[in-house]
């Protein structure tokens, strides 16, 4: 799956919400409810935090000590090479990329250690805000069945997931329809995502068009993932989105991104169906992983 078909940016446009603005929870929300997705700017998050980040996590990815903190199926936190990484829910072909679980209970590299938990910290800070702002704007009716406030859902939880993802550069022989992300929906119940260094990530729209996510260098992307949709009974959507592959001179360009996954305490309730470690369990099944 090639870039072939043309992104059409008519029936939906993501606008970027200033997070300091006085309407900014009302519009982010509201955003959240009709895509999936929020774009923020001017939040609390430090730029050249992240940038150090990609670039030292950038070079760790590129040494042969990611081998030395290989995953442990049990615990999920360390190292997922290419060869094992994801298939993503509904297709057969291995998604291009590699990655780390970052959990602060987890293993980490010495020297990548204090940078990566400093935006895990700060990064969980911002994501409770939100989600107080996803709990005061929904509406009563949908709000009634949340078993506990979205913020303490999450509270004190071992579970929420940072993970470092590297897209390396292409290589050319790459399997057929292989994709850097193929399209998939996010498990947790938001996740916080800085823009990566390079483009590519896509989303997509009501009526089945993929729409580039504004990825200027500062923004943050928030997206609704399906425990979200779970809780809230459907009402806010967990959208569908992809990464897709670089063309032209920029094949020669890895990515970087740093997607947090906010997952509630195991055994937070999230529907009549679900607790949040029976969703997740069923989840990570069909992925494969577990
Ligand atoms: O790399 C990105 O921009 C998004 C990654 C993503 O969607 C995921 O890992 O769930
Ligand atoms: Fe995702």
């Not at 799956?1 to 008519?10: D, L, N, P, S, V």
């Not at 990064?123 to 949340?146: C, F, G, K, R, S």
Request: charge should be negative; proline fraction near 6%; include cysteine.
């Amino acid at each position: 799956m090639r870039r072939g078909h043309k992104t059409r940016r008519i029936e939906m446009k993501l606008e970027t919400i200033n997070y300091q603005a006085h309407d900014s929870a009302e519009k982010f929300v509201q955003s959240l409810r009709d895509t999936g997705f929020g774009v923020l700017s001017n939040h609390t998050i430090d730029k050249s935090l992240v940038e150090a980040i990609y670039q030292e996590w950038q070079a760790f990815f590129n040494s042969p000590e990611k081998h030395d903190f290989m995953f442990k199926p049990e615990t999920q936190d360390g190292f997922f090479p290419s060869e094992i990484s994801e298939t993503a829910k509904g297709h057969t072909v291995k998604d291009i990329k590699e990655y780390y679980h970052v959990y602060p209970w987890g293993r980490i590299p010495d020297s990548l250690r204090e940078n990566i938990l400093t935006y895990y910290q700060r990064a969980n800070e911002l994501a409770a805000e939100l989600l107080q702002w996803v709990e005061t704007h929904t509406p009563a009716d949908v709000a009634v069945n949340y078993s506990i406030a979205l913020p303490k859902m999450i509270e004190g939880s071992h579970k929420t997931l940072l993970r470092v993802l590297h897209y390396p550069a292409m290589s050319g022989d790459e399997e057929l329809g292989a994709i850097r992300a193929a399209a998939h929906e996010d498990i947790n119940l938001l996740t916080i995502l800085p823009a990566a260094n390079e483009p590519g990530l896509q989303v997509k729209t009501k009526d089945g068009n993929w729409l580039d996510v504004p990825c200027d260098f500062g923004n943050l992307i928030i997206n609704i993932g399906d425990m979200l949709q779970e809780a809230s009974g459907g009402y806010f959507p967990s959208t569908t989105h992809r990464v897709v592959n670089p063309e032209g001179a920029d094949t020669s360009k890895a990515r970087v991104s740093l997607p947090l996954f906010l997952h509630p305490k195991p055994e937070v309730v999230l529907s009549s169906r679900y607790t949040a470690d029976s969703y997740l369990m069923e989840r990570l099944r069909e992925l494969g992983v577990i």
